[in-house]
């Protein structure tokens, strides 16, 4: 339990669940919903069980229900509420608040509570279009705000990687189409995000394309081989962080040089990287998705 962060600032509370430090100001004096600690300095200091009650309040209000009615409720009333609303609601964001919480106290066991409860009326891509993905880009925000650490992230991940490697491996023994393109997903040199990576591999696969996953960090120039092995090739890499922003255009360009001579190859590209990219110039072999969805309606 050493482990589990039981602490937050007011600004921690303000990019954990979204509602302006201001609001929960207010929220505190007009209507007593939460009382933090205070240091000798009158900075003030909120516990797990504030943190909890304060997700459970923005979802309720998400859901219509004004503050003043949520402040008439007694303690215990506001959970059941939640539950209540969940049941019939947009699940969706009850679930990424459990998976939040699931992450502060590294809880394996609401992790996976929370996932199967989804499982029950949602595909496994449902769940990560409607649930990982946005938690994910919620999480890289908390991190480079210092609300949680780098173990928290990678917590995060390695579950989610879990789910998305337990159903790719479902589909490993189905045969590709009998003509069929192959698929080769990669990371460029130094790159180590590859969740999206993974997902898009599952995606190829469970839409029957031979594909062949190399992972992060691989050198440009030991894709050549392929070339040897393979009549049509589509690579697909993502740029979170690398290349650096002012390498990208000397990556693709020399990228379009080295594996794409083929008439049957191409590059599918996604990624933070590309967000300001001029595709004014791009070659013709060469294609930018500004997510996921968008590059799999393509193929």
């Known amino acids: 339990?050493?482990?589990i962060k039981v602490n937050f600032s007011i600004k921690d509370?303000?990019?954990l669940t979204g509602i302006k430090a201001h609001t929960i100001r207010i929220w505190e004096k007009r209507y007593n919903l939460l009382s933090p600690n205070r240091s000798d300095t009158n900075i003030r200091n909120y516990n797990l069980t504030s943190f909890?009650?304060?997700l459970n309040i923005s979802y309720l209000n998400n859901n219509g229900i004004k503050i003043s009615k949520i402040a008439d409720l007694k303690e215990e009333e506001i959970p059941i509420k939640v539950r209540e609303i969940a049941s019939r609601a947009k699940v969706e964001d009850h679930a990424i608040n459990a998976l939040k919480m699931a992450m502060i106290n590294f809880d394996q066991v609401l992790f996976y509570s929370t996932y199967n409860n989804l499982l029950e009326n949602k595909t496994f891509s449902e769940i990560?279009?409607?649930v990982f993905l946005p938690l994910l880009n919620e999480i890289g925000l908390?991190?480079?705000t210092n609300t949680i650490t780098p173990a928290h992230e990678h917590f995060?991940?390695?579950h989610i990687k879990q789910k998305i490697?337990?159903?790719t491996e479902r589909l490993q023994l189905l045969e590709p189409k009998p003509v069929s393109k192959t698929f080769v997903l990669f990371l460029p040199d130094n790159e180590i995000h590859d969740i999206g990576l993974l997902f898009i591999n599952y995606q190829l696969r469970s839409k029957g394309y031979h594909t062949i996953f190399l992972g992060e960090s691989v050198p440009m120039e030991s894709l050549t081989d392929l070339l040897e092995f393979f009549e049509e090739i589509t690579f697909v890499s993502y740029f979170t962080v690398y290349p650096e922003e002012e390498n990208v255009t000397d990556y693709i360009k020399k990228f379009h040089e080295l594996l794409l001579k083929k008439d049957n190859t191409k590059l599918m590209?996604?990624?933070k990287r590309l967000s300001t990219f001029d595709e004014s110039n791009l070659p013709e072999k060469i294609s930018i998705f500004n997510s996921i969805e968008n590059l799999v309606e393509q193929l």
């Open 1 to 3: 339990m050493n482990n």
């Open 13 to 15: 509370l303000e990019n």
């Open 52 to 54: 909890q009650k304060l």
């Open 128 to 130: 990560f279009y409607s």
């Open 142 to 144: 908390l991190w480079q």
């Open 156 to 158: 995060l991940s390695v």
């Open 165 to 167: 490697l337990l159903n």
């Open 269 to 271: 590209l996604l990624g």
